[in-house]
């Protein structure tokens, strides 16, 4: 039995924030059941031969599809019906939208003194200047400080080409869930969770704030290399075939580097003899490793690099990304046939526990595919009461 065996949820997630948390909650063994609007949800595809385009289909597998217009008063109806059979109840919405419709948390949570009702905004439900603010993982890289710190330093500041910002609060959110849960077996009562991507990205910054405290400003951006400057090497450095990224965090690290270069010299080298000279002399450091990376392969130098005990990684492309062998090799990545975007790589849940094995993965399903079966099962209606519904408008089948 899978850990959330038994427990089912309405995941009203949009794009990635909330959609990762329903992910991660299927993947537990949960029955998770998305609500979306009579059109869907941004992610999904516009051509009626595809149920979804690829992030959508990464997000949403192992759920069901539940169509309901929740601006509605038969639709919100049925939403309070539906929190009153379900544990937990997670939204991605702006600050207030759902409380709009009478479905909050508040609201809710007072027909079902069980449920768990998390919502994960851009900066949170409670009180202060930024809650009205709508946030995206852009803005909180902004707003956070997080571009502040990143690209080179004659440059702009960069956002980073990953969404962490929505999938590290997708994260805290599902974390926050389960947490309540596990309060709720001793307290019997749910909760309202509220989770702020902004206060999620903060910790993200230990060693650029620990460096503007250590100094007292705030240092160049650093490109690649070490944000507080305190590491050396600490960087990408050009291979033959790409790149590959090398640090060194103990001063035994550098040393087994040097024996892989075949220039134990460079050890003893004054420039380099230790973290503070090498911070000071990187650019001529960083031209020594470049000197020795540029005529080799990734592979070569990675093989190098791991028989002397350095750490190293090449930088991949996406293209070897989606076929990672090591990935494949623990199960986490697997290649699925889609019936419209043909034969994908599709993630299963990074949280592993003994004894415990995912769900099989599947299909994101077609809009509304579960909408007779939910409020069947849940709600007991009958098909002439559905198809009331469906004239009304209420839901989509």
């Not at 998770?32 to 979804?52: C, F």
């Not at 956002?159 to 999938?167: G, L, M, Q, S, V």
């Not at 709720?184 to 405290?213: K, N, W």
């Not at 080799?296 to 070897?320: F, Y």
């Amino acid at each position: 039995m899978n850990p959330l065996s038994g427990l089912t949820a309405l995941d009203f997630g949009q794009v990635y924030n909330g959609p990762y948390c329903g992910f991660l909650m299927a993947q537990a063994g949960a029955t998770v059941i998305k609500v979306e609007s009579l059109k869907g949800e941004t992610l999904r595809s516009n051509n009626p031969k595809a149920s979804a385009t690829y992030p959508f289909s990464l997000l949403n597998s192992n759920k069901k599809s539940l169509a309901i217009n929740i601006k509605s008063e038969h639709g919100q109806q049925l939403v309070q019906q539906l929190a009153q059979k379900v544990d937990v109840l997670s939204e991605n919405f702006a600050p207030g939208t759902m409380a709009k419709y009478g479905i909050g948390g508040q609201a809710l949570t007072a027909l079902n003194p069980r449920l768990i009702y998390a919502s994960s905004t851009g900066y949170g439900n409670a009180d202060g200047p930024y809650r009205d603010y709508l946030g995206m993982d852009i803005t909180l890289q902004a707003i956070s400080g997080v571009m502040s710190v990143t690209g080179e330093e004659d440059g702009p500041p960069l956002k980073t080409a990953a969404a962490f910002a929505d999938f590290i609060a997708g994260t805290h959110l599902y974390a926050a869930i389960v947490t309540a849960l596990f309060r709720r077996e001793t307290t019997g009562q749910g909760a309202v969770v509220d989770i702020s991507m902004q206060d999620c990205v903060f910790p993200t910054l230990a060693t650029s704030i620990g460096s503007f405290y250590a100094q007292g400003e705030q240092a160049p951006r650093a490109g690649n290399r070490h944000t507080g400057n305190t590491l050396s090497p600490y960087n990408t450095y050009v291979a033959s075939d790409g790149y590959i990224a090398i640090i060194c965090v103990r001063e035994g690290h550098f040393k087994k580097l040097c024996q892989a270069m075949d220039r134990p010299e460079l050890a003893e080298d004054a420039r380099f003899h230790n973290f503070a000279a090498r911070c000071q002399n990187v650019i001529e450091l960083d031209a020594e490793i470049t000197r020795w990376t540029a005529s080799k392969s990734r592979q070569t130098l990675l093989a190098l690099t791991q028989a002397h005990g350095v750490i190293c990684a090449p930088v991949n492309h996406l293209a070897e990304v989606i076929n990672d062998p090591h990935m494949t090799a623990r199960g986490s990545l697997s290649q699925r046939h889609h019936e419209a975007l043909g034969v994908i790589a599709q993630m299963r849940t990074p949280l592993r526990l003994s004894d415990d094995t995912p769900p099989e993965l599947t299909s994101a399903p077609p809009l509304g595919a579960n909408t007779t079966e939910v409020l069947r099962d849940l709600l007991g209606l009958s098909h002439a009461d559905i198809a009331t519904l469906v004239g009304q408008e209420a839901i989509a089948i």
